[in-house]
Antibody, heavy 124, light 108 residues
Framework: EVLLVESGGALVQPGRSLRLSCAAS????????IHWVRQAPGKGLEWVSG????????GYADSVKGRFTISRDNAKNSLYLQMNSLRTEDTALYYC?????????????????WGQGTLVTVSS | EIVLTQSPGTLSLSPGERATLSCRAS???????LAWYQQKPGQAPRLLIY???RRAAGIPDRFSGIGSGTDFTLTINRLEPEDFAVYYC?????????FGGGTKVEIK
């Protein structure tokens, strides 16, 4: 069974940093791109960032480019999102999502499994 | 960036009826790179359809997808009580992955 478990969400002040983690199991982690998708309270889904199986390529939404950094550790079956210069509009539930295509690029992928999310609240 | 517009915003139907959901793209989506997700309150999204028409593993055959270019449709035949939820489309044919705003299917 594919399992994705996010952690690291918290209440933080604007301008501060936070690091999210996602622990994966139940599949060959280094065969797939992995992504972060967020959902603001009561709103729709927004793709945030993705990383290919070998970390060779990453992608970011314009709204987070230059502030967020995605990374992965295949030895630990883990995905990370370093979030800097946080803004109130970054407040959301952040999901870790497994790419659906084997060895996909980050902009040619859909999401076949999702974690339950970790909540990030940016407020003073 | 490809903008996806879903309609209607809300669909009020009774169990047993058919639901037809639309997803329109601002420009052509490469080779039908379009997926559909279902999300129930308090739950993560679940993949229903990818490649415009391919059902994901374990998805009942009452869910079907069709479309190409800029117009895509998700059809749910014979709505079951567990099908009342919000549905999102997502394109993966351009440099930025984008979602539609969602269609809520509610019980009439």
């Amino acid at each position: 069974e594919v399992l994705l478990v996010e952690s690291g969400g918290a209440l933080v002040q604007p301008g501060r940093s936070l690091r999210l983690s996602c622990a994966a199991s139940g599949f060959t982690f280094d065969d797939y791109a992995i992504h972060w998708v967020r959902q603001a309270p009561g709103k729709g889904l927004e793709w945030v960032s993705g990383i290919t199986w070998n970390s060779g390529s990453t992608g970011y939404a314009d709204s987070v480019k230059g502030r967020f950094t995605i990374s992965r550790d295949n030895a630990k079956n883990s995905l990370y999102l370093q979030m800097n210069s946080l803004r109130t509009e970054d407040t959301a539930l952040y999901y870790c999502a497994k790419g659906g295509d084997l060895v996909a690029t980050v902009n040619r992928d859909f999401f076949d499994h999702w974690g339950q999310g970790t909540l990030v609240t940016v407020s003073s | 960036e490809i903008v996806l517009t879903q309609s209607p915003g809300t669909l009020s139907l009774s169990p047993g009826e058919r639901a037809t959901l639309s997803c329109r793209a601002s420009q052509s989506v490469s080779i039908g790179y379009l997926a559909w997700y279902q999300q129930k309150p308090g739950q993560a999204p679940r993949l229903l359809i990818y490649g415009a028409s391919r059902r994901a593993a374990g998805i009942p055959d009452r869910f079907s997808g069709i479309g190409s270019g800029t117009d895509f449709t998700l059809t749910i035949n014979r709505l079951e009580p567990e099908d009342f939820a919000v549905y999102y489309c997502q394109q993966y044919g351009s440099s930025r992955l984008t979602f539609g705003g969602g269609t809520k299917v509610e019980i009439k």
